[in-house]
């Protein structure tokens, strides 16, 4: 089994600053792409920005400049730090990793169950 969880969520005001973080644990032989989706009410889940195995990353348009994701492989943990936050981000943020499994060595896509961000005017 694999587990993902996400903390850090909270009420913020506008320009304001969160950090979230996600933790991965079980039977884990790599842990490969990592990222962060949200979805804001009644609006499709989307992606915010992710991080590969090399740490190479990728963000969308609403995240360049004021987001920014990193991961440290020793603990498993990526995060994702929120700057200059916008009523519009309000959102559940999700943690998403593909993870390589001991056994069966195969790969596996796992979803957190989301942190709540919300962010006021």
């Known amino acids: 089994q694999v587990q993902v969880v996400e903390s850090g969520g909270g009420l913020m005001q506008t320009g304001g600053s969160l950090r979230l973080s996600c933790a991965v644990s079980g039977d884990i032989f790599r842990v490969n792409t990592m990222a962060w989706f949200r979805q804001a009410p009644g609006k499709r889940r989307e992606l915010v920005a992710l991080?590969?195995?090399?740490?190479?990353?990728n963000y969308s348009d609403s995240a360049k400049g004021r987001f920014s994701i990193w991961r440290v492989d020793a603990e498993r943990s990526m995060y994702l730090q929120l700057n200059s936050l916008k009523p519009e981000d309000t959102a559940v943020y999700y943690c998403n990793v593909g993870v390589i499994r001991l056994l069966p060595h195969k790969y596996v896509e796992v979803w957190g169950k989301g942190t709540l961000v919300t962010v006021s005017s």
């Open positions: 991080i590969d195995y090399n740490h190479t990353t």
